[in-house]
């Protein structure tokens, strides 16, 4: 790939977090295959959840506002792509924060760009860094599978 292809897919893909941003902290719902693949997982607190349960993760979630950097991406070949992002979390309600980061896989699609797999990793401050406590964020919403 030339380094212009490299740079406007590297821009496609850092528009791309930006959305997942903006549609988590703004409860965008049903625009889920704008940011991920059909087949995209997102892995909340060890647990993988597939497309069809990002409604009900959503409404489970807390309100509050996402700011994230742009993604750190490594191309590998012109069709997938990995990356970390960084992020901070803060509570609507108590001005809380959670800081981490997100790891990806991106698949080139027809459509563009998508995020086929996310995961997040916290940072604690204590200084260590783990995937949270895990629980099945859906269990008390009797959506959980």
Known sequence: MNDRGQTN????IHALC????LFT???VENRWLEVFTADGVYTAFGTPYDLTLFP???NAA???QFIGNMPVVEFVGTERATGQQHFVFIDQQTHAMRLGW???EY???ADGWRIRRRSTT???KHGGFDSGHQHDPLENQGASS
């Open 9 to 12: 897919d590297l821009v496609e």
């Open 25 to 27: 902290s703004q409860f």
């Open 102 to 104: 997100y790891n990806d």
């Open 62 to 64: 807390p309100r509050g």
């Open 18 to 21: 930006s959305r997942y941003m």
């Open 56 to 58: 009900a993760l959503l």
């Open 107 to 109: 698949a080139n699609t």
């Open 122 to 124: 916290f940072m604690r």
